[in-house]
C-alpha cells in the first residue's frame, strides 16, 4: 500500500467547522446510532469531513469530529490513519486506487500500473502537476471477480486492460466522464450488479 503521512504544518489549516447543510446531515447520521453510542459515527463523520474538505483530512478536522463525538483525539487519528480511504493529505481532483492484492495482480494490475506510470507520468504517491490525478495504491477493493480494478473517486473500473485504462483516463481528461465498470462484456454488467450510470 502506498505510504500515507500527514500533511506537513505549512499546509494543514488552523480551523475546520463543518458547513451548515452538513450540520443537518450530522444530526441525520447520528440519530440512527442508540444513545450513548455515537462514538460509532467516526466513520461516516470523518467521511463528511473529508469531502466537505476537497477531498482529505486535515487534523484539525479529525480533532473537531473526535471533540464532536466525544471521543479521545487519538482514537479519531487511529481511524482516519488505518484506512486508505481517508487521505491525510492534498490529492488531485481524480484519486486512482489501484487494487494490487493477489486477484488482481494475477489478473494484470502490474499493466495498469505502468500504465498509470507512463501515461500519467507519475508514480504512487504523486499527483500530476495540473493537480488532475494523483496515484495511491491500495489493498482488495472487493472487486475481485472483475479485476484487474481501479477506483477512481467513487468509481469502480474494471476488468481493465493497459489501453481501456488509458480510454478511461483521457476520457475523464478531456470530458471529465468515463464509463465506470466492468470494461468488456463478458463479464458482470453494471446492471448485474445494480448499478445505474
Ligand atoms: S484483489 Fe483487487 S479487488 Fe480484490
Redesign the pocket.
Known sequence: MTHRQFAPAEIQPRKFVFSRENETTIKNILAKYPEGRTASALLPLLNLAQRQHNGWLPEVAIRYVADLLNIPEIKAFEVASFYSMFNLSPRGFYLLQL???????LKG?DDLARTCTEYLGIDFGETTSDGLFSLVEV??????IN???IQINDDFYENLSASSLVEVLRALKSTGDANFGPAHKDRVSNSELGRSK
Open positions: 487494487c494490487r492484492t493477489t486477484p488482481c495482480w494490475s489493498e482488495c477493493l472487493g472487486a475481485c479485476g484487474p480494478v
